[in-house]
């Protein structure tokens, strides 16, 4: 699970999003677990993000350009970029632009949910169409992804896969289709 928070990200809406995304309910599947900004965003988003989060007892585990602005970091390792804390831990990364948030959600995503934070309709379209997870969000909470929230009724599992059910399912999504042919000689030509 990822955000990528884009240049033009709204300062408010970054703190409140990632916040929420972590800290909410750290220990669930819809959780975020990597937070990627943009290098030209990060002087302004890092430290109300990342002081937010560190103040409800969050561990940042962040690359250089992280803990040159937030000391408090630990060093991120390849480790973070794979991991799915499911804790109050969360890996951070300061990229150069959309296409280096992409590429890395292509290498470490598990398909699941991704999220952008930006006021550029250009990135947030582009983001759209080019991420390949279940749910795919602007501007919106990584905890969103849940049957319940999406109308489903009560969520019984979440499928990354691209047959049958992909995002929160559903007992619709676990139902099974029998065909049933009663023939009296028919052939296909």
């Given at each position: 699970m990822h955000i990528f928070l884009d240049e033009s990200a709204d300062r408010d809406w970054a703190v409140e999003i990632v916040h929420n995304s972590k800290v909410q309910r750290p220990s669930v599947c819809n959780a975020v677990e990597t937070v990627l900004v943009h290098e030209g965003a990060a002087d302004r988003l890092l430290p109300?993000?990342?002081?937010r989060l560190a103040a409800s007892g969050v561990t940042i585990h962040g690359d250089a350009r992280?803990?040159?602005?937030?000391?408090?970091?630990?060093?991120?390792?390849?480790?973070?970029?794979?991991?799915?804390?499911?804790s109050l831990d969360?890996?951070?990364?300061?990229?150069?632009?959309?296409?280096?948030?992409?590429?890395?959600?292509?290498?470490?995503?598990?398909?699941?949910?991704e999220s952008i934070i930006t006021n550029d309709i250009v990135n947030s379209e582009r983001f759209l169409n080019e991420v390949d997870s279940a749910a795919v969000m602007v501007n919106a909470s990584t905890r969103f992804t849940d049957g319940g929230e999406f109308g489903f009724g009560a969520e019984v599992g979440i499928s990354t896969q691209k047959l049958h059910a992909r995002g929160p399912m559903g007992l619709?999504?676990?139902?099974?289709?029998?065909?049933?042919?009663?023939g009296s000689g028919q052939v296909r030509a």
């Open positions: 109300a993000v990342l002081g992280v803990q040159a602005l937030f000391p408090d970091a630990v060093p991120a390792t390849e480790f973070d970029w794979e991991t799915e804390y499911m969360l890996a951070v990364a300061v990229v150069g632009g959309l296409d280096d948030a992409l590429a890395h959600i292509r290498r470490y995503s598990t398909g699941h949910t619709q999504e676990l139902t099974s289709t029998k065909w049933i042919v009663r």
